[in-house]
């Protein structure tokens, strides 16, 4: 009796273990180094984005981002844009998924509040996956801060933003309906030259993965904006 006992708690407690450890997010250290070109001829406005994201502890390229779009300067704060994003995931050893998007983009710059610059970047995406047919949909909300830390014109600013993703439907690649991930930034702007910056912080992701529960990436953050 007492030999059953023992090995039921064992049992439980083998149980008890596997469950913690499904529970705990699976964490990785990463390295984003984007580049973004932002341009206007008039009233058409366009910017060319391309990212490496290095992943595996910073070890081995994980996805390679290109993404163009082009739009209309509606007034000084708001410009629409229509885009297309060319997305490679190296994410699993010996296999590389591509992924097709596009996308449709509101830019609002909001205002100033208390010295605080604020902006709002809304994505609505279609996304199609070589390992899929379905169309996955999803919406991303990201809202920015910046705060000049002197009264130069050319001021490095304190920056933070977090960006919302909520996926609208099921897929048969792998996207489930709900909450799909929310990063959260914070860092520095400096100043480059004209308008030009380059931007430098930490970038935590948290995601949803359905195969392995939630994701979590501590990543350094290298941003460079060129603008003519």
């Given at each position: 009796m007492i030999g059953r006992a023992h090995l039921l708690l064992a049992g439980l407690c083998l149980v008890a273990s596997h469950a913690r450890a499904?529970?705990?997010?699976?964490?990785?250290?990463?390295?984003?180094?984007?580049?973004?070109?932002?341009g206007s001829v008039g009233d058409v406005a366009f910017f060319a984005e391309a990212q490496p994201r290095i992943g595996s502890g910073i070890s081995r390229l994980d996805q390679l981002i290109l993404r163009?779009?082009?739009?209309?300067?509606?007034?000084?704060?708001?410009?629409?844009?229509?885009?297309?994003?060319?997305v490679e995931d190296h994410g699993t050893p010996g296999r590389v998924s591509v992924e097709d998007r596009?996308?449709?983009?509101?830019?609002?710059?909001?205002?100033?509040?208390?010295?605080?610059?604020v902006s709002s970047r809304t994505r609505f995406e279609q996304r199609w996956q070589s390992g899929g047919r379905d169309v996955g949909f999803r919406l991303r909300e990201n809202l920015r801060f910046a705060r000049p830390l002197t009264e130069a014109k050319d001021s490095i600013s304190a920056v933070g933003w977090t960006e919302l993703f909520v996926a609208l439907n099921?897929?048969?690649?792998?996207?489930?309906?709900?909450?799909?991930?929310?990063?959260?930034?914070?860092?520095?702007?400096?100043?480059i030259g004209g308008q030009s910056t380059v931007e430098i912080g930490y970038l935590n992701q948290t995601a949803r993965a359905?195969?392995?529960?939630?994701?979590?990436?501590?990543?350094?953050?290298?941003?460079?904006?060129?603008?003519?």
């Open positions: 499904a529970a705990e997010p699976v964490q990785d250290g990463q390295l984003w180094i984007n580049t973004t070109l932002f163009p779009a082009v739009g209309w300067k509606v007034n000084e704060s708001l410009t629409l844009y229509q885009g297309y994003a060319y596009s996308f449709q983009e509101i830019n609002w710059k909001i205002g100033e509040i208390a010295g605080v610059k099921d897929a048969d690649w792998g996207p489930r309906a709900g909450f799909d991930r929310i990063r959260t930034f914070v860092g520095l702007e400096l100043p359905p195969a392995r529960g939630t994701e979590l990436d501590h990543i350094l953050s290298l941003n460079l904006f060129v603008r003519n």
